[in-house]
């Protein structure tokens, strides 16, 4: 079993940049397959970025291709989150998930271990 723990969130402005990290406990980090999902108010939990558990493979929802940038430390059991040109409809709730697989999906039911979520606020 493994225990997330994301950080970073904040606020910002539109066009400003933040880093999320999800620092996992146990030794078996680099088994994991590592996802990112957001849920805004009102709205469903939606895919952002994954990574594969050896970090070559990364996936991303269309809305943030080109702006974010998922990677890995596996020495330090912590994957992250690069967030540029941050946009108000970026705004939500952050979550990191992992599965003990070596692959990058993007769907959430792939995912069943789920951190308690940081929040980021982009303000226009």
């Known amino acids: 079993q493994v225990q997330l723990v994301e950080s970073g969130g904040g606020l910002v402005q539109a066009g400003g940049s933040l880093r999320l990290s999800c620092a996992a406990s146990g030794r078996t980090f680099s088994t994991y397959a590592m996802g990112w999902f957001r849920q805004a108010p009102g709205k469903e939990r939606e895919f952002v970025a994954a990574?594969?558990?050896?970090?070559?493979?990364?996936n991303y929802a269309d809305s943030v291709q080109g702006r974010f940038t998922i990677s890995r430390d596996n020495a330090k059991s912590t994957v992250y989150l690069r967030m540029n040109s941050l946009e108000p409809e970026d705004t939500a709730v952050y979550y990191c998930?992992?599965?003990?697989?070596?692959?990058?999906?993007?769907?959430?039911?792939?995912?069943?271990?789920w951190g308690q979520g940081t929040q980021v606020t982009v303000s226009s």
């Open positions: 990574i594969s558990r050896s970090g070559s493979v990364t």
């Open positions: 998930a992992a599965r003990p697989n070596p692959s990058a999906y993007m769907s959430e039911n792939f995912y069943n271990y």
